[in-house]
């Protein structure tokens, strides 16, 4: 039997004409002779009666503090609806199938309400349906604990239900239903060249969502990388061809650029006393308690600095201050990522892109690299001139 | 552990108001040193976000035949919803409560979709919650099936799920809240005297019900039954007394008066040949194969009468008269049911029903009995004049 996992998100199952594209898309896999696993989102927003946000706004009408456990098995109606929405289409196309919740489906989580992690799959119930010839539309992004409480699986749930199902479910490949056409090279709305990516590498996807891409979730990536399942990154609503995530793909020294903005660079110092080195871990001591996380750090002969998001801005610099640390925050930063799993042993890549930035007259104002990566800090204002030039000098855009 | 349950249908908990009440009943449940179970149908009516039958709305739009388990999964919904609300509000009151499904409360049925039978209830999930000092919310309506698949009970179902949960935990009692205020000796949009019993036995109970009185479904007092667990309906917007239904209540001869209305005679004669016997046989197995019920079966010499549901007169009609047998119906009649334990061995009561129709001018079509039942069948214009004059003559009003 071979097996295809199909992922439609909410954009996908909201309309109508979602729905009619994502049932082309399962009729066609099943007519290619696959056994299609179909996992889908909640459908509609805010305000329809079978929104997942309709129904929390409801509950919080009531009261705002839900027990986590119960948040969950609320939110869990939302896509089981889905499902039911789902296998009922394809019914009325002719094509048997059935709708299954997480637990249904033999997802076991870990009991961490709301951001539960998949613990185990037992492919058992999804097998024995699709050996009945039907189709199974599985509820995403939830799964049951061990008491038998209903869980969720928190950020890029869906995606990791699609990608955990294919590697217990040993899948040809885990298809991503979206309303973009793929993987790009960047962000399409500040480089209008940029490209889709026929194929990228499981490493390379997790860092460009890690440096913030919004196409899919790293812990969903991590799930298709351990059972080896490719990946394709496909639009609902267009016949492009889509992005490859795969183990061996051809390595590009640079692949793409990602970026993230309301960043804060926060400098402490100068750091007196005898023991700079103590005070500098003090520093970092004083941000864990405060519960911000931090990044590119760096250090200083006398001081030491890091950036953070935004919105931790007051905290941060409170929590300092009142440890008696002198510092200075500089709000409004963007942080650049460039990203190749081919950059490693290449020289000069650095050189090149402070050389592009530099000519552009973006200041840097620091860096941090990593084996695929490397991470500029520059003015948030600067973003759209830093990312053109970058992505215009290492021949990103359109072939 | 003195073990409560309480069950709250949709007009309880739809409104503020209406959970407002029943979260008193249920604190005061616990304060009086209960652990209450609470049981909860679907809130909402169609239309509103939350309403089952907003849901069903919506999947039917897509294509009318929902396959049977599909549907029952998302129905199920709807009480699912209810119980967290129920959990949040008892929350806000500073009460802790968890929310289950039917299958987390361990309610196992048998797979008939829309209609399933409770087959076994395990008590140690919710015993597990109770022990830990919380108020368990259970959805209503809902069990699973061997495979894992949801379930809903139909008809009375969530009063089933009450009385059945109240057995399994050896509760002291199973609290039926409802917007009426109890069981009435008889429909009181016909007599505005009736009166409200503060205790009917089970099998008055379940007579009652079937011959048309509104206010539990035989199922669920058969459960009740079967664990000797009295049930105590109540209504939720006052506090009046209620009435009791348990084993061993003081029986009198007359309790109370049902009535169904929309009933059509069908009289099938005269039957010819050497064989009337046999003709009638046919004609009853001519209405079984029709599947259509039939009810108050008489015999005459050459003739046989009944009746049947008016719905299915046309149906009846031609299925009679295409086996070839003369029939007349008469559409637009009522049945009266005359109900009281006690009038068993009491002789004389069916002369005094007969005596007081026939003085208030209702003619008696037909009539038939059981051990704590006599029926007549009248036209339904006498119907108000006919419950009238019994209600009086058996002195059922207030007291």
Chains 1, 2 share one sequence.
Do not use: W
């Not at 109606?77 to 929405?85: A, L």
């Not at 048997?96 to 709301?114: F, K, P, R, S, W």
């Amino acid at each position: 039997m071979k097996i295809v996992v199909q992922k439609f998100g909410g954009t996908s199952v909201a309309t109508a004409e979602g729905r009619a594209r994502a049932m082309e898309r399962i009729i066609a896999a099943k007519e290619r002779g696959y056994a299609p696993v179909v996992v889908v989102s909640a459908m509609g927003r805010r305000g329809e009666p079978y929104a997942t946000d309709t129904l929390i706004d409801l509950v919080k009408s009531i009261h705002n503090d839900i027990e986590p456990r119960e948040l969950d098995l609320l939110i869990s109606c939302g896509e089981i609806i889905s499902t039911v929405v789902m296998a009922t289409s394809l019914k009325k196309m002719g094509y048997a199938a059935v709708a299954l919740t997480g637990g249904q489906a033999g997802i076991y989580t870990d009991g961490n309400y709301g951001c539960a992690q998949i613990l185990d799959i037992d492919p058992k119930p999804i097998i024995n349906h699709l050996c009945q010839g039907k189709i199974v539309i599985v509820a995403g992004f939830q799964g049951i604990c061990a008491d038998g409480s209903t869980t969720t699986l928190g950020r890029g749930g869906s995606d990791t239900t699609a990608t955990a199902l294919g590697a217990a479910l040993k899948a040809e490949v885990v298809e991503i239903y979206t309303d973009v056409d793929g993987v790009m090279t960047t962000d399409p709305r500040l480089v209008p060249e940029a490209a889709i990516l026929s194929d990228i590498s499981y490493r390379e996807i997790c860092e460009m969502a890690n440096q913030g891409a919004k196409v899919i979730h790293p812990r969903a990536v991590e799930a298709a990388m351990n059972g080896k399942v490719p990946i394709m990154i496909k639009n609902t609503f267009s016949d492009a061809q889509g992005t490859l995530i795969a183990e061996n793909v051809a390595e590009r020294v640079i692949t793409g650029l990602a970026h993230l903005t309301n960043i804060t660079q926060v400098k402490v110092g100068p750091l007196d006393g005898n023991d700079v080195q103590l005070a500098k871990v003090k520093v970092l001591k004083t941000m864990a308690e405060a519960r911000i996380s931090i990044d590119m750090v760096g250090v200083a002969p006398n001081s030491i600095f890091f950036i953070i998001n935004g919105d931790d801005t007051e905290k941060a610099r409170t929590a300092l201050e009142k440890a008696g640390y002198k510092t200075v925050v500089e709000t409004g930063c963007a942080k650049i990522s460039v990203i190749g799993a081919g950059m490693e042993g290449v020289p000069g890549v650095m050189a090149d892109v402070m050389e592009s930035l530099d000519r552009a007259g973006v200041t840097v104002l620091h860096t941090s690299d990593s084996d695929i990566t490397i991470s500029f800090l520059i003015k948030e204002e600067d973003l759209p001139k830093a990312i053109k030039i970058l992505h215009k000098s290492f021949n990103l855009g359109k072939k």
